[in-house]
């Protein structure tokens, strides 16, 4: 399925249950809150606050186990048709009735035994296909509306600051470097993305347009290499720090004294990290070998740190 371009998704069924752990049963229409489905004991104020389930799943349920189920049995609020639901990513988004639905989280835990559904049908599809969803725009949802999926395309900036490799007097290496790991990263997320790359001189003002463009255009994070020593030309952190709407020091700290303890040049580095609008922003060293630690320690934080932004408890 290629789920690059938006596409319809029908509703078939929406359905709500008055306790937790129990299947739910059909209903003519939904109402959706800031909260989740009113009237529904999964609704709150957390980012599981509605379930979806595509009848793809159901279909290869009740072909392998040959059980009759119907919409809402396995405690699913919306029963969609037109998409694999369990091959969407946090972020994605669903559009329509004037409602809006942001994805955050795929799957979840199965109680087993405990649970009144497993206990009816046997086993579950929900903990590995079922999807959940918060909502961002309130309204009403009934079987036969249609929803359109909007996937999210997580967009990278990656700048890298060097008078002689802008002037192309030798090869950029660390910037190319960057764009890999971030690649690798991104892909171990299993989450969709794009890498836009830039090579400019150690100069403040193009920076500072650069940054401004990733703010404007609603970049998801922002990873820049050079210019973090002492040197006269060496300005990176110091534009970045005025651009950033909330520090995250304890990564950059974490960076510097683990590779400091080995090598001291390394607590020389003056890289900030930090949010900007919707964009992480990091500042790297200019070596390809820095920027290798540097990304590491990064990629194992970021997942997190993205679904923290986007409002979801991931713990």
Known sequence: MNQNNSIVVKVLSVNISERKGTTKHPVDVIELNTLGVSGDAHAGAWHRQVSMLGVESIEKFTNASGLPVKYGDFAENITTEGIELYKTIPGDRFIGNGLELMVTQIGKSCHGDSCVIYRKVGSCVMPKEGIFVKVIKPGKLKAGNELTFIPKTYRVMVITLSDRASRREYEDL???????????????????????????????????????????????????????????????????????DKQLPGIMEHIRVKYGAEKPNALLSRGVAGVMGNAF???????????????????????????????????
């Open 281 to 315: 922003v990091y500042t790297l060293p200019g070596s390809v070998k820095a920027v290798r630690e540097y990304m590491s320690e990064i990629a194992r934080v970021q997942k997190h740190l993205s679904l923290m932004l986007m409002g979801i408890d991931s713990h």
């Open 174 to 244: 660390s910037g190319p470097e960057v764009a890999k790991l971030a690649t690798e990263m991104f892909n171990s997320y299993g989450w969709r993305h794009q890498i836009d790359t830039h090579v400019i001189p150690d100069d403040a003002s193009s920076l500072q347009q650069l940054l401004k463009s990733a703010r404007n255009s609603n970049y998801d994070m922002v990873i820049t290499t050079g210019g973090t020593g002492i040197g006269p030309r060496d300005i990176t952190p110091d534009v970045v720090a005025e651009h950033l």
